[in-house]
């Protein structure tokens, strides 16, 4: 009987504490969206970010606009807060990045230069 009773209680007391522990500063914390935005601040691990969309049908089609005018291995993928961003990985200085942008602006698009994360 008490081999049967010991994973119960286990799966019991795992599902009181844990969400206890979580909530233990009061509420759950969940990253903001600025929490996942990193401005570029040194070389290396870079990315342009044509902008975060909360439909994938508005990602799609500035990712196909991007695509168009030049912008080959822009990519869509989410951002870690809800959001979907359309990105070029690969840029490998600020001063390269800074270039990239001012190109882009030239084709009507306004990137953000990000440190991808981590």
């Known amino acids: ?12 007391a795992a599902a009181v504490v844990y969400p206890l522990a979580v909530v233990a500063d009061g509420r759950p914390s969940f990253p903001s969206r600025a929490d ?9 691990n870079l990315e342009a970010v044509f902008g ?4 994938s049908t508005r ?3 500035v990712q196909q606009r991007a695509v168009e005018v030049g912008f080959k291995g822009t990519r869509i993928e989410s951002d870690g807060c809800g959001l979907l961003k359309v990105t070029l990985h690969g840029i490998p200085t600020l001063q390269v990045g800074r270039a990239f942008i001012a190109e882009a602006r030239t084709v009507g698009f306004n990137p953000r230069l990000e440190q991808e994360k981590p």
Do not use: S
């Open 52 to 55: 975060r969309f909360a439909t």
């Open 59 to 61: 990602a799609e089609a």
């Open 1 to 12: 009987m008490r081999n049967r009773i010991l994973p119960w209680a286990i799966l019991l």
């Open 36 to 44: 996942c935005i990193h401005p570029a601040k040194t070389d290396g």
